[in-house]
């Protein structure tokens, strides 16, 4: 008998059908003779709702209040889900975050989860029970109720397996797995029966919003083996693991595509060190994270930084270059918000010189030009124009997994 | 300066408008400078949305999950408030009732509160936050969520307001006060400055529902001054206290109704000691409270018996006596659900037999036929067919109110 913890998302408890429809997935794990904890999100649009009514009676409150009202989401549905449960005769309990033992810092509206006090939940399993946690949510030092922010119910579900030792986490949600790219717009994209941590890591920030980045990362950092899996189909979806089967062989996982980003050049900065250091701690300050970086060589006693940043601190970035015009010291400052990029991830990569290669080769014959270029360990970027962002998406897929496959 | 706590229901937080009102009030108060703990109840509907959602899932829901489920709607209603004080400026902090230490036994769905550790609402007083937490609930020695059943944000804001020791424990309603009568039927009923503690209890017994028992009770066992106020008027409402300043004069408080009442009349029971025990230890055993008994004199070796009930427990009590026909032994038995009490509620009633007989002859000089009497020390009861009740209402009332007033 296993433990399997089975976090389902917003949209996968929206109705009264839906919840049977989780309420039967549960049943069937915990039939089967598994322990079962399950983590539930607020349903569908509760949160909106919640956080219409707020904005009606202050459009500004504290984030230690909106904790304590949208906080009230997860508690409905892992109360709805229990009694599901009961209808079916089964024994289940649910509780909430600060029942659950998950203790967090005081970030309100963002927090961090420090520890889990597994001894409740350890006593109810003892006792045979299903248990269904509120996710997203756990409580201070103060015992005030804390939220965990963006992709805050996937970092509890990770949370508690990893303090319950559980034997697998699954992570349920409107798809059915991670894909090689979005199968939405890429023909031909497939579902990866495995994937590792940092490629997940990879493909998540690059876009493919299936795991939020810090739940893979407590994952990681504590080895819970994660299935991302479809709440709809019964078809098995995909692992999150340390080391996958195909570890041998060029190992390309899937291909991303990133339009949520915005360039910015300074052009004709003077050639002397601590330019880029003055520019990028200064977007740091403002909490304006920068990712790929450009510097040209210097020459003439001048040179140019391009960076790219999230689309959405566009704004703020322009205003704090401009206020430190002087200080910095540059002739002219370019923005784009046209821009897109497309990523290459895979383990085996890095022995692999001829991805990136191949990469620029499909991009040329398809006549579509590149900005920018940026390598990790896992994973090749570029920087193209977002007009031909899901072309480059395609040609870049139909290359690696028409000719390695899986 | 003195500690205010202030109860406001359902209807009270009903939607923005309505919470902007009850944040004005408690604004007010705090600007006086008073400390105010503020207690209230989920949004109007909220309970109801909540319960049907519930009853979608499963007719027949464990009492805790339900209490996890329910809990919610006083903590959308709390931080909504604090959230709309925060927008007026003022230091607030909205807590649940386990974070207020609020605790109870574990009757979920109908818990009772063991005792209030206030030491986070002292904590937060002496920053000078207002202090709003959720009425109707708690959490029992397993960290479990409960709910304290009808009247649960009354007794919650006394208990509190016990705990605390506060100066004053002010439940804010729809209605402005308590009146001699139901002002919606009674011409010139008047709103009563002042009422003690066994006047309030008898009167919300029979069927001035302003106030509930349990939270009177409360009030009374640690002396808490009450006041019943509207929230919709700016008018001083009725004090509810141990003695009042009236006390010397004859003290007719009010005149109250009660149609929510069922009789049974037992016939022809054999005349020996210990039949009267016999049904009303079967009754007890349901749950099913009797009110007015009346017990006929023996003749021919039998006697008859009857009683009153609430209308809800008819059912179940005909049953049960149905069931044990042989061993109570009676000839038949006949049922009315068309009655009604008409009390008479006065703390200086014991001293002034005339009460009883005023009371009687205004109803004869009505036409108006009595079924059954019940004296106590502090009201004077009367059945009445249900058709004849809001005219002996009127003409009760006009007799006290008119000759003796207050």
Redesign the interface.
């Known amino acids: 008998m296993g433990l399997v913890v089975q976090k389902f998302g917003g949209s996968s408890v929206a109705n ?1 059908e839906r ?2 429809n989780v309420a039967g997935i549960i049943a069937d794990t915990y039939k089967a003779g598994d322990n079962v904890v399950v983590v539930l999100s607020a349903q569908g649009d509760t949160t909106d709702d ?1 956080i219409e ?2 904005a ?7 984030k ?3 904790d ?2 949208l ?2 989401g997860e ?2 549905s ?3 889900c ?3 449960l ?2 079916m005769g089964l024994p289940v ?2 509780l ?1 975050g600060w ?1 659950a033992g998950v203790r967090t810092n005081s970030a309100y509206g963002d927090a961090r989860i420090k520890r889990v006090i597994d001894e ?1 939940v350890l006593t109810e399993l003892d006792k045979r029970n299903i248990v269904i946690v509120t996710g997203f949510q756990g409580i201070n030092k103060y ?3 804390t939220t965990l922010g963006r992709g805050g119910s996937d970092t509890s579900a990770v949370a508690l397996a990893a303090a319950l030792h559980a034997d697998l986490c699954q992570i349920y949600t409107d798809v059915d797995g991670v894909y090689t790219a979005d199968p939405r717009s890429v023909t031909g994209a497939m579902k990866l029966e495995e994937i590792t941590y940092d490629e997940m890591l990879e493909l998540a920030s690059l876009g493919a919003q299936v795991l939020h980045n810090r739940s893979v990362e407590l994952a990681k950092q504590y080895g819970v083996n994660l299935e991302v899996i479809s709440s709809f189909t019964k078809q098995p979806g995909t692992k999150v693991k340390e080391v996958v089967k195909t570890m041998e062989k060029l190992h390309v996982s899937g291909v991303a595509k990133d339009t949520k980003i915005a360039r910015i050049a300074l052009v004709g900065l003077s050639d002397r060190p601590g330019i880029a250091y003055k520019v990028f701690s200064l977007l740091a300050k403002k909490n304006i994270n920068v990712d790929i970086i450009l510097q040209s060589i210097g020459r003439d006693e001048t040179k140019d930084i391009s960076f790219t940043i999230s689309k959405k601190d566009l704004d703020a970035a322009r205003q704090i270059i401009e206020e430190n015009r002087e200080i910095i010291g540059f002739d002219h400052m370019t923005i784009s918000d046209s821009v897109a990029k497309i990523s290459v991830v895979g383990a085996g990569m890095v022995n692999n010189p001829g991805v990136a290669a191949s990469m620029f080769e499909v991009l040329y014959n398809a006549g579509i030009n590149i900005n920018m270029i940026s390598t990790s360990e896992i994973k090749v970027s570029v920087l193209v124009d977002i007009a031909d962002a899901d072309r480059a998406v395609q040609v870049v897929h139909d290359r690696f997994f028409s000719e390695f496959g899986r």
């Open positions: 009264t919840i049977r919640l009514k707020a009606e009676l202050n459009p500004n409150p504290s230690r209040e909106m304590m009202l906080s009230t508690q409905i892992v109360a709805l229990a009694m599901t009961e209808g309990v649910s909430t029942q409740r015992d005030d109720i």
